[in-house]
T-cell receptor, first 114, second 112 residues
Framework: DTEVTQTPKHLVMGMTNKKSLKCEQHMGHRAMYWYKQKAKKPPELMFVYSYEKLSINESVPSRFSPECPNSSLLNLHLHALQPEDSALYLC?????????????FGPGTRLTVT | GESVGLHLPTLSVQEGDNSIINCAYSNSASDYFIWYKQESGKGPQFIIDIRSNMDKRQGQRVTVLLNKTVKHLSLQIAATQPGDSAVYFCAEIHTNAGKSTFGDGTTLTVKP
């Protein structure tokens, strides 16, 4: 199984809502990543989890809160988002943090903030 | 001086022609480079990689060239097919930092 799954595929939320994005992999990978991708732009790294601990936070606003409940799951909790946060949110995983280059990406969650 | 290809945001080619997609990277300490293909509605998919101690690597129908002097990367696709239509991104990796930085993408359109 070389698949990274993400749910939901699409999400529409208001600025006062609280929602969560979920990511799952069963490849035994110990590093997991969240990226944000705006239309026609490259993915931008948000967070890196290494062995279930947050290792990199690319100065992401606190309205985005990541969580890694176990080695297979990665969540991104959303609260009080702004319309400019609308984007495709991609999850990725790699076997080891030092192997950040061998990343497998999920299909993404298309988020719209109204 | 040596001439290198410009990064183009879009590229349109005829089916069967060869395609060349260019990328400039920024960090001279980057030691690993990847080309990704992203189709509509999907996440990026690994195509080919190259380490900084190499200047060329070939895969099936794809070749990556690395010019560290001018910090330039290119992806050559031979006999381009309609299924190659996608957005292509290069990524530079500084393995000690544990993260990838993506370059601007190129949208490749293959005309039948």
């Amino acid at each position: 199984d070389t698949e990274v799954t993400q749910t939901p595929k699409h999400l529409v939320m208001g600025m006062t809502n609280k929602k969560s994005l979920k990511c799952e992999q069963h490849m035994g990978h110990r590093a997991m990543y969240w990226y944000k991708q705006k239309a026609k732009k490259p993915p931008e790294l948000m967070f890196v989890y290494s062995y279930e601990k947050l290792s990199i936070n690319e100065s992401v606003p606190s309205r985005f809160s990541p969580e890694c409940p176990n080695s297979s799951l990665l969540n991104l909790h959303l609260h009080a988002l702004q319309p400019e946060d609308s984007a495709l949110y991609l999850c990725a995983s790699s076997q080891e943090p030092s192997l950040s280059y061998e990343q497998y990406f999920g299909p993404g969650t298309r988020l719209t903030v109204t | 001086g040596e001439s290198v290809g410009l990064h183009l945001p879009t590229l349109s080619v005829q089916e069967g022609d060869n395609s060349i997609i260019n990328c400039a990277y920024s960090n001279s300490a980057s030691d690993y480079f990847i080309w990704y293909k992203q189709e509509s509605g999907k996440g990026p998919q690994f195509i080919i990689d190259i380490r900084s101690n190499m200047d060329k690597r070939q895969g099936q129908r794809v070749t990556v060239l690395l010019n560290k002097t001018v910090k330039h990367l290119s992806l050559q696709i031979a006999a381009t097919q309609p299924g190659d239509s996608a957005v292509y991104f290069c990524a530079e990796i500084h393995t000690n930092a544990g993260k990838s930085t993506f370059g601007d993408g190129t949208t490749l359109t293959v005309k039948p």
